[in-house]
Every structure is written in C-alpha cells, then in structure tokens.
C-alpha cells in the first residue's frame, strides 16, 4: 500500500486492512483509478478507501452492484442503498485500506462540487421532514386490497363458473392483481417500509413467493443493479438488450459495424410482439428459474412453488390442468403489458449509453422522468410515475414521493438540471419513437458508414 503519511505514494505489496489507531495510508485518484479490475475493485466512501476484492461476492446486494462502482466515490449510492449507515459501516471497517489525499476532491473527474453538495442537503432536510418513514396503514390497504382481488377472481369463477364472460373478468382481475404485487414486493426490496431490512425481505419473499411465483432474490439482483447505474450498458440489465433491440448509442455501433441480426428499423413493430406480451410469460420465468437454480436459492424456489401449487389447486376443479394453464398464460400476458409500459415510460426514451462517471443526482436525472400524477395514476403505476424521486432516494416510501418532490425540482433549477414530467399517454408513445428513432439511426449508420 501507499506509504504512511506519504501523500499520493504508489502502492507497495498489499499488507491487509488498516490497523486501528495506525495512520491510514493516503492514495490519489490516479492510484485509484487502477483498481477496477475482476477481482481487483476498490471504492471511495465519505473520502476513505476500501479494497472490495474479495468480500464483493458476499456483499447482500451482489458482487455486481458494488463492483459497478469500482474505483469511483460511492458515497451517495452509498447513502441511497442502505437505512442503517452505521450498521453497515461495520461491514466497511474491516475493508478500510486507506483514505484520500488531502489535496484530492472528494469526486474523481469534472463533477459539480456544488450540485452534490446541495443534494446531500437535500436528502438531509427529507431526512428532517421524516420523509423516509413508512405509513404501515398505507401498506396494510395495499396487501388488503392485493389479497381481496385473489379472493374475488376465485369467488367469481366458483360462483358464475367457468364460461367465457367470467374467466375473462376473472382474468383481469388476477393480472389487476399481480400487477399490484410487482409494486409492492418493489416497495419491500428497497427496504421503505419495515425499519428492519430482515422483516422487508421476508415480506418480499411472500409477496414475490408465494404471490406471484418469482424468486426475490433475482428481482433484487437486477433491479438493485438497474439503480446503481440506470440506462448504462452492461451495468443496468434494463437496457442491456441488444442484439434484440437497440437503444441509445448501441444504435450507432452497430450500424458502423454492419450488424443486422434483425430488421432494427422495424424494431417499433415487433417490439408489439415480442416485448409487452412476452417479457414475464417467457423471458422474467426462464430467467428467474435458471437464477433460482444456479444459485441455489432454495428457499425461494419453495416460496414459487407454493405459488403455483395453489394457483392450479384453486383453478384446475373448475378448468381442468389445460384450462388453469391457458387461465395462468392469460394472467401473465396481461400483467406483462402493464409491467413492460409502466416501468419503461420513465426510462427507454432518455438518454442510453455507456459509463460516463457522473455523480449520483445527474446519473438518475439523465436517465429518468416523471409522468404527472393522479390519484388513479399514482395508484395504477405503484407511484412509478414519479420515477426521479425514487431513483434520487430509492428507500423512501413511495407515499412520500409528492411531499419530496417540490424540493428536487428547486434543486434541478438552481444547477440547470432538466426535471422532465409527461403526460400519461405521451410517456406511451415515446417508447415507440424512442425505438423508432433508434431504428432509424441504425439504419443510417448502416448504409452509410
């Protein structure tokens, strides 16, 4: 490591964690930048050092996440991701190798000092405000009234029986539902509404289990990684999805380099086939279950199993196994349109590309944008439409997002950040032009480079 009280010194033979009450050795970004390698990360917290190397793999929100943030200053997704800083801090300590040299900024690269500063004292007002403390009620009604659509489906079904006017109703009702759950197990992963973050994982793994029949587990291991680095490829699994789609910067590199495994000038079409209809029937299960395996994650494999054990044990009597499973494949093709508009209305039109290094507010603003509320709009979208607001403060309840809002956008005006907020329908269709206009541009690329 860098010598003791040698400002910037290149670093010797690695000795292990810093001692206590030793005096830290000292490293400039330059020595930093080194580290972000496979099996060599090394992070910045609140100016200090750590080599992350070999406990990334047991850190809880997965090697990746924690390694997307590789020789920068993680001190706001720090803050972002976790409740109890000091309990995690305990984690940190025995990983301290060092800190930053005096002379150093707290930020590697051309960052506003001054915008990062005043969001910190942002995040502490909302703090103040007691902005991240959960309304139980809230929650209760939200699994109340999640639970009362099981019942109802099912009453509807056993009451009228299982003719074509009843398993439609039925149908929709149940997608209403799983739809519903999506955003309350999301609510759970994020740890905003139970001051334990055990107690949220286990009413995760309920509601993601037993519920809907998907591993909590796996959503938390892509979606963790979505917010670290939204819009980024091979960082933000969201976006990451060429050679299906091209979005953002893919389009032109793969123009430039004469890559046409589909019509992407087309892609705006199929993607009415193969996206909203598909994406949890196929893509969410065959994913989930392969994680589930690979990973060993029995646990939540029970909790999907006892999904689908009372899925078929409450609809084959009526159906019969053909019936409950074309019933099931309804369910799942209906929920997939919503999950696919509702979560991508926020983010495929903004900017996609790869790492630029920015700090945490102008990374989140880059690639997010709000859709205006309603009460119907804030209920139907699990409060997703305030997209800009959960991606600044991901563990802050969602109930909670309006109250918060005034003061982002007095930030985004002081720093000349754009707060983009759209119209429900327009937030639709921008998907479609975003994937036109990505279409188009690999096509330009492609004849003419």
């Known amino acids: 490591m860098g010598g ?3 400002p910037g010194g290149e670093p010797g033979p690695r000795e292990g964690p810093a001692q206590p009450g030793a005096p830290l050795p000292v490293y400039r970004w ?55 800083l000091n309990f995690v801090r305990k984690f940190l300590q025995p990983l301290l190798i060092g800190e930053l040299a005096p002379e150093e900024p707290s930020q590697d690269g051309p960052q506003n000092v001054q915008l990062i500063e005043d969001f910190r004292a942002l995040r502490q007002a909302a703090e103040d405000m007691k902005l991240f403390e959960a309304d139980p009620t809230f929650f209760a009604l939200l699994l109340g009234h999640i639970l009362a659509m099981e019942v109802l489906a099912w009453l509807i079904v056993y009451l009228l029986g299982p003719g074509w006017v009843p398993s439609t109703l039925a149908a929709l009702i149940l997608a209403v539902s799983q739809a519903q759950c999506w955003c309350l197990q999301h609510d759970l992963g994020h740890a905003s509404i139970f001051r334990k973050s055990r107690w949220n994982h286990v009413a995760q793994q309920f509601v993601m289990g037993q519920l809907k029949g998907f591993s909590a587990h796996w959503w938390n291991f892509r979606h963790f990684q979505h917010h670290a680095k939204p819009n ?38 199929y993607f009415f086939l193969i996206g909203p209809p598909l994406l949890t029937l196929v893509n969410f299960e065959v994913e989930n279950l392969a994680y589930m395996l690979v990973c060993l994650q029995w646990t939540d494999l029970l909790w999907a ?3 689908y054990s009372r899925f078929f044990l409450s609809y084959v009597p009526f159906y019969g196994v053909p019936g ?3 019933l099931f494949v309804a369910v799942r093709v209906l929920e997939s349109h919503w999950f696919v508009w509702i979560t991508q209305m926020n983010h495929i039109p903004k900017e996609i590309g790869h790492e630029k290094h920015r700090d945490w507010a102008s990374s989140q603003l880059a690639a997010t944008c709000n859709v205006e509320p309603s009460l119907f709009i804030d209920w139907f979208s699990g409060h997703l439409n305030f997209q800009i607001e959960h991606h600044l403060f991901p563990t802050m309840p969602r109930h909670n997002y309006r ?16 707060y ?27 004849l003419h480079q």
């Open 4 to 6: 003791v009280g040698e």
């Open 30 to 84: 330059e020595q930093i930048r080194k580290h972000d390698l496979p099996g060599d990360k090394w992070l910045v917290i609140e100016r200090r050092v750590y080599d992350i190397s070999r406990w990334a793999q047991r850190h809880p929100g997965g090697s990746r996440l924690i390694g997307h943030h590789g020789a920068e200053d993680a001190t706001d997704a720090f803050r972002a991701f976790h409740q109890d």
């Open 305 to 307: 199993a006892s999904f």
């Open 232 to 269: 980024i490829f091979h960082k933000d699994p969201d976006v990451t999805v060429a050679p299906v789609f091209l979005l953002g910067e893919s389009s032109v590199e793969y123009g430039k380099k004469k890559r046409r495994y589909l019509p992407y000038n087309h892609q705006h079409l």
């Open 420 to 446: 983009e907020v759209k119209p429900f329908l327009t937030a639709l269709l921008d998907i479609v032009g975003s994937l036109k206009k990505s279409g188009d541009i690999w096509l330009d690329a492609y």
């Open 324 to 326: 409950a499973l074309l």
């Open 403 to 418: 109250r918060v809002a005034p003061l982002v956008k007095a930030l985004c005006a002081k720093h000349g950040l754009h």
